[in-house]
């Protein structure tokens, strides 16, 4: 019987409070054991790595990768060569472009806010390509950690009693997962922000800058699909994102008091 699992989730019953970038090697490891017929690594570069790092047989599919043969993923995009494939995709490197977009949305913002997780690997880096962004437009950042509900409420609690006019969600897996968590805080404190993915906007959230990830989780399906009828990780090539797209909720904007400039042109306008 052919058998397909996905990362970083697995067969593990754990609470999402406790998910984070420590439990990966544990689930992954947990997999591998379970010799399945293909693993899908979601949630880009680092659960890829942990998983190929426990397997060079097993086929893996990843998912918005943002450098697969930089990482050691794959020999190249067209002739991955290993026993990994998958679709590539900016993930963090876009946060000063949408530092850029959420700056356009509110220009009289001079204090961000900025939401990170502490736990991932090359936060230094992601935060310092923001702080350069930053500078560039002539705002102030301030940084809170949530790697935690608990976390991420006291985060929003920080960034209010500091004076926060806008507010920027870092791109990472755990963000994405307590999407409705954030919304929440972001309406409560009446917070305009910018996020990584089309559907915090379509939930409620305000505006949201990248690649798709359901084009990312349908074409890992596909590929899954295909190496489960026979295909070779090997002989299939790394697809990268089309296009990357700006998304606004125009009723959350109107609730903000925000009117999106004319230079300001959306992909998407979410009613």
């Keep these: 019987m052919l058998r397909l699992l996905t990362a970083p989730f697995g067969t593990k019953r754990i609470h999402r409070s406790e998910l984070s970038y420590v439990w990966l090697?544990?689930?992954?490891?947990?997999?591998?054991?379970?010799?399945?017929?293909?693993?899908?690594?979601?949630?880009?570069?680092?659960?890829?790595?942990?998983?190929?790092d426990l397997t060079k047989e097993i086929p893996i599919v990843f998912t918005t990768v943002t450098d697969?043969?930089?990482?050691?993923?794959?020999?190249?995009?067209?002739?991955?060569?290993?026993?990994?494939?998958?679709?590539?995709?900016l993930t963090s490197e876009l946060d000063p472009k949408r530092l850029e977009l959420l700056h356009d949305m509110k220009p009289s913002a001079t204090l961000i806010g900025v939401?990170?997780?502490?736990?991932?690997?090359?936060?230094?880096?992601?935060?310092?390509?923001?702080?350069?962004?930053?500078?560039?437009?002539?705002?102030?950042?301030?940084?809170?950690?949530?790697?935690?509900d608990r976390e991420i409420d006291s985060a929003f609690e920080a960034f209010v009693s500091q004076g926060v006019q806008a507010l920027r969600v870092t791109a990472d897996p755990l963000f994405n997962n307590r999407r409705a968590q954030i919304l929440t805080l972001a309406a409560k404190y009446s917070l305009p922000a910018i996020y990584q993915w089309r559907?915090?906007?379509?939930?409620?959230?305000?505006?949201?800058?990248?690649?798709?990830?359901?084009?990312a989780y349908r074409h890992a399906g596909v590929l899954a699909g295909l190496i489960l009828n026979g295909a070779k990780p090997a002989d299939l090539p790394v697809v990268q994102?089309?296009?990357?797209?700006?998304?606004?909720?125009?009723?959350?904007?109107?609730?903000?008091?925000?009117?999106?400039?004319?230079?300001?042109?959306?992909?998407?306008?979410?009613?």
């Design 199 to 215: 559907e915090f906007v379509s939930a409620g959230g305000l505006m949201s800058y990248g690649p798709s990830i359901t084009a």
């Design 115 to 148: 939401l990170v997780n502490p736990n991932r690997p090359g936060l230094y880096d992601q935060s310092r390509q923001l702080q350069q962004a930053a500078d560039r437009l002539g705002v102030k950042l301030t940084f809170q950690n949530g790697a935690t």
């Design 68 to 89: 697969p043969v930089k990482d050691g993923l794959v020999a190249s995009l067209n002739r991955p060569g290993g026993n990994a494939t998958g679709s590539a995709g």
């Design 25 to 52: 090697t544990t689930l992954a490891a947990e997999m591998v054991r379970l010799r399945p017929d293909v693993i899908v690594a979601a949630g880009g570069h680092v659960t890829a790595l942990v998983t190929q």
């Design 241 to 271: 994102p089309a296009r990357f797209q700006l998304v606004i909720n125009s009723n959350t904007a109107r609730q903000l008091g925000l009117t999106p400039p004319p230079e300001l042109l959306p992909d998407e306008l979410i009613e």
